[in-house]
């Protein structure tokens, strides 16, 4: 099984990471070449698109992979990508993980999962929340993983409509 998981971290890695590796930088290249309006916007969008899959490649390089297999690793990961939104949105953060987190290994899987849950926490807060404080905390206890994202944002209410997946954004006067 790790045989399998190995093969395919590294396909990942080299086939698809590098094709989208070129595409980003074409399109960077292009962007700095022509002077069209739609051209430029095109040429965006494929940049932004690529920059995305390799974020995502990389996220599911990095689930497969089995030295990632612990719940320390999981945190550490998610600690990067918490830190790296909060500071570029001038949000002040408070991130605290048990101690005894680095004995707990998690199934290639439950770790995926868990770390999409977070990130998408993250993302939500940083996104739609308007919050100036947020705190992220996990505790393993007895067998329970417990994981807290919390913020001083506006908060969302059954009242907003929203035609799209995602939790509507604040509206000036909610909580």
Not at 54 to 76: C, G, H, Q, Y
Not at 131 to 143: E, L
């Amino acid at each position: 099984m790790q045989s399998i998981r190995n093969k395919i971290a590294q396909d990942l890695h080299d086939d698809i990471g590098s094709t989208l590796s070129s595409i980003s930088i074409l399109s960077d290249l292009a962007l700095k070449e022509k002077n069209s309006g739609q051209t430029l916007l095109t040429m965006s969008e494929i940049k932004d698109s690529s920059l995305l899959l390799m974020e995502r490649m990389d996220d599911i390089v990095w689930s497969i992979n089995p030295r990632n297999d612990s719940l320390e690793n999981l945190l550490i990961r998610v600690k990067h990508f918490a830190t790296t939104l909060f500071e570029a949105r001038e949000i002040d953060y408070t991130i605290h993980i048990q101690d005894n987190i680095h004995q707990v290994r998690l199934p290639m899987d439950f770790r995926q999962h868990i770390y999409l849950v977070l990130k998408e926490a993250i993302n939500n807060l940083v996104k739609y929340a308007r919050a100036t404080q947020a705190d992220i905390r996990v505790s393993f206890d007895h067998r329970v993983l417990a994981l807290s994202v919390k913020d001083n944002g506006c908060g969302f209410g059954d009242s907003r409509k929203s035609t799209g997946n995602g939790i509507p954004e604040c509206k000036e006067g909610l909580p």
